[in-house]
């Protein structure tokens, strides 16, 4: 019989019991023999300059006020971006450092006090004045021309292939459009949070991250402490996106003031703080220029990417990788560059590069197949590579066509009317789009440890995370089948610094690598208990090859063990194993994404301009499906943000001072259960062994990267109204619509 | 001052009157499954039953409930011996959550707005007078709970399970 948590079965969430209970313990919630002293942020109202004054005295003054923390008193820091040579992920990110501001809402106090409500009111009382910087850079456009060092993911900036100008010159038929996409919010659900304590020698760190060991480094050289001493624990996470990846703004101001004040400090961001002292998805302007021959063969593919870096803090995100890693074509000419700006830190959003890349990429193509006169998927279908157009590399795999022709049958695509605006019901107009759909996939390296112990349970160590992603029950899986445990013997632990090394969570690498380091300590494992057995005489010398392990035993030609027995008889209390997994050959020598296939159908209202996406459907090649549940809920949840992206996410500017205004959830839109669509899921399944010992494919990012596009090219297939601006609002097809 | 009964615990409050319901229910061990994601009434992560109704706890001080019956995530459970409460359970079984985060306030919301429904309030997708529990009707009663993660289908999934299954046991309506 099947073991029912082996790798492949739909295992319900091991940590659901404690989250639907409200026993699991975020950053915000663990509880000390001390309550926390509570500090809160006070924020610039200026883009850029310096503090001329700043008077804390009737907030010092407050009832329950314990101290105020700024740039006169704060402990010692290493300043802003050093070393700045080792990434943003373990640079200083010092604070209340000195009067120098370096965007809006830049903390320049942190108010501690018994509780919340008197640490608010305190902060409303301190008095700032500032000499701001007249020269401040507070937007970001085509204006552009900073060539970055590198692109996140290593990518380089420029990639030219080909002759780009000869090909798209002589193109029968061109494409030349703008398209922009808008200031975006990661908006986890939870606000970033962190409890600092120190008790004159160990700085222990609760926080949301992503990445635990890159936050310990992150601390310890912000704060000039020795990284032993430092320990981050990040249990449960409410959601990061790439938000969390590393050290944000409260978790260095609660460390500065447990530092401070030798006790533990609790400093939770508002939910307005986290739209400036949480990173954001900067702005996109992307020129595309296509070229076909008239029968619809691409010959140039052109990408130019202009977005915002924040000043001091390295991070430009691959807008080009769709145009770089989707078709094939004879040139390609693609380029980032990047505007200094005063303004909050832009950095990683789900699926950076491809996510908004794909957005306005498949948009473009799909006006391209619309001027060489044919069906938006024959199109794409005519266009497919046979190896990586960028790089040239082969493909692990690449099943992009398989995934849009299953799509396209069990979506309904060719009952579609060809022509735009053609079809419609009452006074909704209806559309089909569709999009292709690739990620990167990625291994990165990634330890573990396992003790299996003679009671016959097994308990794996990583400094790993879970953001909801599922971690906790796939890696309860992997241990489960291989070592042949039922799920109730196996506790993972997870989100301590202690623990060994992992990948983190990014990127959609943390499956595949810490679950590859997982299979490989149990792997070592058997060999171990093998091992033991041999040396006890309990098993003959048949090849290790011929034994099983299933329900806690070792089963080798006529010989059956428990765990226990084998432990006992050695005397042993338990074993240790270590398993670990390095990207290899593979990753150097193949081009390797996952992939997928988009379809949507909108109804467009012809008298307000209302877009209702009614349907979405994906068909998915992702490797390997660890879970079948939690994967459908990762990519249930990226079509969301697809969805999402195409009609309606926008952090609104407020230029003059680099400033986001609707710092909140009812202004800055987010999807409401109403606006789901009937979403729709599907595996192509097909394990790659290329990708990883466990043959899985990255899958958190994947559906988000053409989701939204196939929602856009939705709305022109009903109204013939092609929208380049994202968020594709109402008001932006409205005016267009016939009367 | 004031007294409220926590989970069927009386709790006596000399909390800053400033404080709302959910930080004063949060800063308490063993209360912080009640959660705080906009602190403004605009996502739903605190949600909780207030005399059996649901509210945004961080609407509310906490000296305005006086005498209320407060009923967390924490009290659904307790409320069946320890064992998960059924909307608790097919959550679960629906993977009506990813992060987590949201969680507990979408469990207390269903479970209010399954009353609501039971009482024939009405709703953007029915008038006043019997309810159907369609999955739209459930969305519409639904969406003052924001879940990022994006597992609404989901959550629709485990509260139509968890309605279904109450009306087989009892008999009446799926509400
Ligand atoms: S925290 Fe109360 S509604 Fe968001
Ligand atoms: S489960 Fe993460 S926000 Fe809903």
Known sequence: MTNPAAIGQPLDRVDGPLKVTGRATYAAEHAFDQPPLIGWMVEATIPA??????????????????AVLTHHNAPAQTPFGEPDDKGRFTQSRAMLFDEHIRYHG????????????????????????????????????????????????????????????????????????TYTTPNQAAAAMEPHATIADF?????????????????????????????????????????????????????????????????????????????????????????????????????????????????GYEFAEPTGASARTTYRTDAIKSTHRVKSTDMPLADSCRAPGHAIGSLAFESAIDEMAYQCGQDPLAFRLGNMPDRDPGTGQPFASHDLAECLREGAEKFGWPSREPQPGSRSQGRQLIGYGVASTIRLNILVPSKTRIRLSADGTLTAWADMTDIGTGTYTILTQIAAETMGLSADRIKIELGDSRYPSSSGSGGSFGAASSGSALLNACENMRTRLLESAREQGLIGDEPADDARFENGQLILGDKTLSFTEVLNKSGAAYLETDGEVEPGDDHDNYSQHSYGAQFAEVHVDRDTGEVRVQRLLGVF??????????????????????????????????????????????????????????????FREHPDPRSNPLGSKGIGELSICGAGAAVANAVYHATGVRVRDFPITLDKILRHLPE | MAVLYINGKQVTLDDDPRTTLLDTLRERPGLTGTKKGCDHGQCGACTLLLDGRRVNSCLILAIQCEGSEVTTIEGLSQSQGEQLHPMQQAFVKYDGFQCGYCTPGQICSAVGMLEEVGNGEPSDVTGRGEVTLSRVEIQERMSGNLCRCGAYANIVDAILDTANEHSRKTGGPAT
């Open chain 1, 49 to 66: 300059g310096r503090i001329k004054r700043l008077d804390t005295g009737a907030a010092e003054a407050s009832p329950g006020v314990a």
């Open chain 1, 106 to 177: 830049f903390p320049v106090a942190l108010v501690i006090a018994d509780t919340l409500a008197n640490a608010r009111h305190a902060g409303a009382l301190i008095e700032i004045s500032y000499e701001p910087d007249e020269e401040a850079v507070t937007t970001a456009g085509e204006e552009a021309d900073e060539v970055p060092g590198e692109l996140d993911g290593g990518m380089e900036p420029d990639l030219f292939k080909g002759d780009f100008e000869h090909a798209y010159d002589d193109a029968e038929v061109t494409l030349d459009v």
């Open chain 1, 199 to 311: 008790d004159g020698d160990q700085l222990v760190v609760y926080m949301s991250v992503q990445l635990i060991g890159p936050s310990v480094k992150a601390l310890a050289n912000t704060l000039k402490i020795d990284p032993d001493k430092v320990r981050v624990l990040s249990p449960y996470i409410g959601g990061g996106f790439g938000s969390k990846l590393g050290v944000h703004n409260e978790a260095i101001l609660a460390c500065l003031g447990a530092l401070h004040l030798g006790r533990p400090v609790k400093v939770v961001q508002h939910r307005r703080h986290v739209f400036h002292n949480a990173p954001h998805r900067g702005n996109s302007v992307q020129r595309i220029q296509l070229g076909a021959s008239r029968d619809g063969k691409l010959q140039a593919i052109g990408h130019e990417s202009f977005m915002p870096m924040a000043r």
């Open chain 1, 621 to 682: 090649s992702a490797g390997r499906i660890l879970n079948p549940k939690t994967a459908r809920s990762q990519l249930l949840g990226g079509m969301v943000w697809g969805l999402s992206y195409a009609l309606l996410e926008e952090l609104m500017l407020d230029e003059r001072y680099g400033a986001f205004m609707n710092r909140d959830l009812a202004e800055y839109h987010l999807p409401v259960n109403r606006d789901m669509p009937t979403i729709d899921i599907h």
